[in-house]
Every structure is written in structure tokens, then in C-alpha cells.
């Protein structure tokens, strides 16, 4: 199956690792909202540590590559970072824009897993990724509206906003997920704009399992055990799920540039796991990375 390929636009803050870390129905964010401002500070300031690393690009060096260029080199994994601009968020004018280009590139992935300590609290742990550099989406688009009092209303509405990712916790656990922000709807302000968005299954109905179940074919229950197939152990793997679940995202504005309209920053998400198809619990991933986008 070809995937296709990353489209090179945008441009975002003006720093990111040189390589990227290797690192239901409602997501509880909660505390991540509360510590998102400590961590979109750091996220910040140690993009700006290694500003000017090679796998840094603005949009106009990026458009001058070639596509050998770009094979095999990672840099289609990347969003373009933002070197011009200020800092100063009022500099851009209160408008109903258009947001183009809109890219997030995730810099660390972490998983809220069991804790190791006896009778301790489930905890976010660091995370080996698994998938290659394939997970950053890309060429969104949507509205982004920007009042007077400098309010943010902003909405996702199409583009490349989706990537099917695989996490390994420390004990060999894997956990795939669909990376995503479909249909976000974020409100706040430039200095925090947050929302909801759907998390689409990992899974279409149409897939079947190794005993030939699916969700709209295949098999109602393993064959071999018929008379079992009632059974509260096996309810959930007979009967299949592909419901859309959800997760909730914040965003912070680092940099504009209100000449070109290119506006960058930090995010954060946290969003549920693959259930397989209904049948395990969802766990929560965390997100956190850098985005850009350009508003017209």
C-alpha cells in the first residue's frame, strides 16, 4: 500500500530535535491543561537552545529542494520552522482567517500505564517509537478566527490529519494508536486555545481478526468454540466496535510573522489508544511537539 508523500509547507517555530524523540469516549485533560503553560515553556526554550540545527528548514529552503533531496533524509517528517516575526502576539490583526498549511509535529510520546510502584497511581511513562517517520501531519486546513479582544476560535477541517502510530512501553507492550486532531474545535486565546477533537477508529468494520471476525463481515464468533460464544469472556472480541472516540488538545502561539501570515508555536493532546475494536480498554497517549501553520 503507497502512502503519500509528506507535503513540504509551512513554517514553524525556529527549533526541533535534530531527530525527532524516539521516544472512553472523553479523554480526561484536565491536569494536562493546568500544566500545559510549564510545558509548552520548556518545550519553547529547548527548541530555541538548538535553533539552527540541519533538519531545521524555513518554508522557502524547503520548497527549494529537490526530491532526492528529500528521500530518505527525514526532513518530510518535519515541519518548517519560522525564523522571521516577533514574539509580540499583537502585532497580528483581528481577522476571520483562513489557516492553511497547518502542521504538528510530535516530539514526545508518552503512555499513562500501570505504576510499578505497589499500590501507586497510574502515571504517563516514556515510550520507545515504533513507527517510523511517518507520524506528522501535515497540509490541514480549517478556519481560524481572531477577535478584537483577542480571541481565538479555530476549527479543523481537512488535510493529511491522521497517522496510525505504534508505541512500546517499557516492559514490551505495544500500543498502537491513530494520531489525529479531526474536527478539532478549539476556543481560548493566542497564549492558550483549547478543544476537542474525534479519534476515528484504529480499525475499519471491514477488518477481520485471525479467527475471521469483523465488524461488518466475516464470522460472528470463532468457529471453533460456537457453543461459547455468548459467553461474557468472549463478548467483546465477537462483537466488533469501530466507534470514534475522543481526545482534547492545547495549543500555545509562540511566533507570528504579520507579513507573511505564518503563525507557529507549541501543542499538547492527549487522546486513547486503539481498543481493538472494542476489545481492550483504550489507554491514554500524551503528545507533545511543535506546530505551524499560515493564515490568509
Not at 539552527?52 to 518548517?80: I, R
Not at 481577522?95 to 500501570?114: A, G, L, N, Q
Request: glycine residues 10%; negative net charge; proline residues 4%.
Amino acid at each position: 500500500m503507497a502512502f503519500p508523500m509528506k507535503h513540504l509547507s509551512g513554517k514553524a517555530i525556529a527549533a526541533r530535535p535534530t531527530k525527532p524523540t524516539r521516544a472512553m469516549k472523553s479523554v480526561e485533560c484536565q491536569a494536562a491543561k493546568t500544566q500545559f503553560g510549564r510545558i509548552a515553556a520548556a518545550t519553547l526554550a529547548a527548541s530555541t537552545i538548538i535553533a539552527g540545527a540541519a533538519s531545521a528548514l524555513t518554508y522557502d529552503e524547503q520548497q527549494g529542494l529537490t526530491y532526492l533531496q528529500v528521500k530518505g533524509s527525514g526532513m518530510a517528517n518535519t515541519c518548517p520552522v519560522l525564523t522571521s516575526g516577533s514574539t509580540d502576539l499583537k502585532t497580528l490583526k483581528a481577522s476571520d482567517y483562513r489557516i492553511e498549511m497547518f502542521c504538528m509535529e510530535p516530539t514526545s510520546f508518552t503512555v499513562k500505564d500501570e505504576s510499578r510502584v505497589k499500590d501507586g497511581e497510574p502515571e504517563f511513562v516514556q515510550t520507545r517509537l515504533l513507527t517510523r517517520l511517518t507520524y506528522t501531519l501535515d497540509a490541514m486546513s480549517g478556519t481560524f478566527n481572531l477577535g478584537g479582544d483577542g480571541s481565538v476560535d479555530f476549527k479543523e477541517e481537512d488535510g493529511i490529519d491522521y497517522a496510525a502510530t505504534t508505541l512500546q512501553l517499557p516492559g514490551g507492550d505495544r500500543v498502537p494508536f491513530l494520531f489525529t486532531i479531526k474536527q478539532l474545535e478549539a476556543k481560548g486565546t493566542l497564549d492558550s486555545f483549547s478543544g476537542d477533537f474525534d479519534v476515528p477508529s484504529y480499525r475499519g468494520s471491514s477488518f477481520m481478526d485471525p479467527k475471521g471476525r469483523g465488524g461488518s463481515t466475516g464470522y460472528d464468533n470463532a468457529i471453533a468454540l460456537p457453543a461459547a460464544a455468548d459467553t461474557e469472556e468472549l463478548a467483546k472480541e465477537n462483537n466488533k466496535e469501530n466507534n470514534a472516540l475522543r481526545g482534547t488538545a492545547v495549543f500555545s502561539v509562540a511566533k507570528v510573522d504579520a507579513e507573511t501570515g505564518e503563525i507557529a508555536g507549541v501543542f499538547e493532546s492527549i487522546q486513547p489508544s486503539d481498543t481493538d475494536m472494542g476489545a481492550k480498554a483504550a489507554k491514554d497517549i500524551k503528545i507533545t511537539g511543535l506546530w505551524y501553520g499560515q493564515l490568509n
